[in-house]
């Protein structure tokens, strides 16, 4: 179940971008090396953000930004 209203604008700028790499198919390991963050900081960023978007999967993540 999705929220309503556009999910993008419940995630922090950080967030949006850590989600759309994601999305793009990128590991967390080759996004903390763009943000330079730590994977396991990414990880979390992404638990957090799933239930933000209501999703339960990443695969779910390039619909969830309308990004298709």
Not at 7 to 23: M, V, Y
Not at 37 to 51: A, M, W
Request: hydrophobic share 45%; charged share 20%.
């Amino acid at each position: 179940m999705r929220p309503a209203g556009n999910a993008r604008d419940s995630l922090s700028p950080q967030e949006l971008q850590i989600a759309t790499l994601a999305a793009q198919g990128l590991t967390n390991k080759e996004i903390g090396r763009q943000l330079f963050l730590s994977p396991r900081t990414v990880g979390t960023h992404l638990y957090r953000l799933f239930p933000k978007l209501g999703i339960t999967a990443r695969a779910e993540l390039a619909a969830a930004l309308d990004l298709r």
